[in-house]
């Protein structure tokens, strides 16, 4: 394997750690109107993602930042085509940080509702527009000679790409159902499983119409292997719900996840960015790539740092490993709306 | 306006909000790991009470540090796209170094100092805290590592056949003579700021605290603010020292910058500095200098008063032209020469407060005197709009560059702004600037709010105590000591 595939192979998994990660917690904040009947309940579905969350969200800054280091041309034509949709995603993301971090600084009802609808907003968002933009890919774009993305966005909402959209909500919704359920105790995890369990045979449709569609149009031979892993997994998941055995449903999820994004890297390559206009102005990871010194700088710096940061983020886990209950939430120690003092 | 115009305010709001929350980031972390350390090591409940105290104040700003830096990740693709092509392969591994390195090890052990409390052993939280702190400071040399390459390019060569900049020496790049001025130049900024912003708070609730029955409010923060006073000294120390290297690096490296700074128009030998010019400075000629000092230019530029010679705006005009082809090569000549005074002017407001702030504390004072309460909130703004006038003057003084060709580097690395926007219609750059202008704008004030809230609030009675939280029921699970 050369130097380029095997960027292309860290870009895949900065981005499955990313949609690994941050879809359960995509999962806890679409799922506030659904888990959140009252505030304590609200406070309980944050806090499972409390400690954890901003760290998860690292994975797309530093996405981001290899995609740059390494694809500059991947990095250039794809942020500047998608241009609105990335803007929408920053816009629901900014909305998240804020609402999420202030949250409980104000001891307010309409305070909090406005924050709940940032969260909501910014888990929602995020989670159908990633899953349109990486169909896209998948799918090709319109890139002209000068490797400029000329679709519009009209052309960005074809059915596969909503398809793609939908698979990625439910995926996470899901997700973060299952994580719910891993991370409480009580009613919160009762209904959890109640939620996730009423999920899983629209997942199962979706999921399955979208990986078997991705893989007869744009797949290989040998990524059946990852379509058999995402439909067997999902299997999986069906059953562990049913048998109320939690960890091992998020296992299942998120092989699933892994599996149907890793099929959406592995129907790209070698291309990164597809043109539907001619063949020949697609984007590949041979004429999109840095040079080789920067490809060897960048990958000593990422053989040592990855394994540290998987470690400490792993011990982050680990440490917040308890699940929690409607009883564990301290009351708010927020400042009252409006009084001076 | 065209897309350009569009995008070049869009990134200079963008970054200038960032940067309004960033510095009280970079220097607040190490100062709360200070405090939080003075509370493990003597075991006084008051250094506890100051650590929640600030660290509630710390962690509602970072909220929007964290918000408002997401986006600039992206924005160099989405509308500087020509840029990221040419300088990709240089300017990205910076910018994943800062990933990869420090934003993954400020956010996750943040993560763990805020909600460890209690649960992690007393030396391992105070271990989070400080991990943070270096973090943030580590993010700040790769991005200012990767801003030096724009204004000096170094450790790359130009490859004519895909006509980009290639990184040709990771260590020539991280150890550019910019960065390793501009670095501690901005760190002793962000210093400046965290400490002239906690002993303005600290400074006000000494003489506030007095009228509180138990005067416990101004014994609790007297240490606090006479730290913080010490700060804003050393940081102030290094503040000068550091801006005087980096001022000669760029009377050497980019004097177009320097010499529009003076609003010097033509080459001088031994000119004078300049400290008050009226004039509409839309040409050079339209600039007439009222104050000037004799000697201290020749001495800012090389390190002596006389015997200097200095190239004038008019000369340097010329000069680009016959070198680059024909073109405007002058920045904003009002707004560098002004940015310049108020970056040095406004960080008086900082030495201003230390100086009163050590005399009406000394001997075991504290302050009682009203106008102390009231300079020390005046002076809290200062370092951010100085920090903000620094960073105009760097960015705009090197326009129309988007990469300042280095004198001595490789020639072909440079380009203008023009050549390195991408190419979009302006409604579409005109939706993104009005969608992120208004809603910064939005939170910025809630962000004002909710600091002034706290601030006013004082130091929570919930955190009187460093003892673990009680369960509501005896028989029950122990709560969280917080939760969001």
Known sequence: ?341 | MDALDISRWQFGITTVYHFIFVPLTIGLAPLIAVMQTAWVVTGKDHWYRLTKFFGKLFLINFALGVATGIVQEFQFGMNWSEYSRFVGDVFGAPLALEGLVAFFLESTFLGLWIFGWHRLPKLVHLATIWLVAIGVNASAYFIIAANSFMQHPVGARYNPETGRAELTSIWELLTNNTALAAFPHAVAGAFLTAGTFVAGVAGWWMVRGLKHPDGEGATMFRPVARLAMGVIVVAGGALIYTGDVQGKLMFEQQPMKMASAESLCHSETDPNFSVLTVGTHNNCDSVTHLIEVPGVLSWLAEGKFSGVDLKGVNELQQEYSEKYGPGDYRPNLFVTYWSFRMMIGLSAGSFLLALAGLWVTRGGRVPHQRWFGWLSLAAIPTPFLANSAGWVFTEMGRQPWVVAPNPTGVDQIRLTVSQGVSGHSSATVIASLVTFTVIYAGLAVVWFTLIKRYVAAGPSEHDKHPGAPEPADPDGPKQLSFAY
Request: aromatic fraction near 14%; charged fraction near 10%.
């Open chain 1, 1 to 341: 394997m050369g130097i380029q595939e095997a960027w292309f192979v860290v870009i895949a998994v900065l981005f499955l750690g990313y949609f690994v990660l941050e879809g359960f917690d995509f999962g806890v904040g679409m799922l506030f109107p659904v888990l959140g009947r009252t505030d304590t309940r609200r406070r309980v579905l944050l806090n499972t993602i409390g400690p954890v969350w901003d760290g998860n969200e690292v994975w797309l800054i530093t996405a981001g930042g290899a995609l740059f280091a390494a694809f500059p041309e991947w990095y250039a034509t794809m942020f500047a085509g998608f241009y609105l949709p990335l803007l929408l995603i920053l816009v629901a993301l900014i909305l998240r940080v804020c609402a999420i971090e202030w949250r409980g600084k104000i001891d307010d009802p309409t305070w909090r509702r406005r924050c709940d609808l940032g969260i909501m907003i910014g888990s929602w968002v995020p989670a159908i527009v990633w899953g349109v933009a990486f169909a896209n890919l998948v799918r090709g774009v319109a890139i002209d000679a000068d490797k400029q993305m000329t679709s519009s966005l009209f052309d960005l909402f074809g059915p596969y790409a909503l398809l793609g959209g939908m698979t990625f909500a439910l995926a996470f919704a899901l997700h973060g159902a299952v994580f719910i359920a891993l991370k409480t105790s009580g009613e919160v995890h009762a209904d959890a499983m109640k939620v996730a369990q009423r999920l899983t045979l629209p997942t199962l449709a979706v999921i399955g119409v979208f990986v078997i569609w991705t893989q007869t149009a744009y797949g290989k031979t040998w990524t059946w292997a990852l379509v058999a892993a995402v439909l067997a997994a999902l299997l999986g998941v069906i059953a562990t719900i049913r048998a109320n055995r939690e960890g091992w449903a998020f296992t299942f999820n998120a092989i699933v996840i892994l599996g149907f994004i890793g099929l959406l890297f592995a129907s790209l390559f070698p291309n990164v960015m597809p043109s539907t206009t001619a063949a020949e102005y697609g984007l590949t990871i041979y004429n999109a790539s840095s040079s080789p010194y920067t490809l060897k700088v960048m990958s000593w710096a990422a053989a040592f740092s990855a394994p540290v940061v998987l470690l400490y983020q792993g011990w982050t886990y680990w440490v917040f490993r308890q699940r929690i209950s409607t009883e564990q939430i301290p009351p708010s120690i927020g400042l009252k709306l409006g009084s001076g003092k």
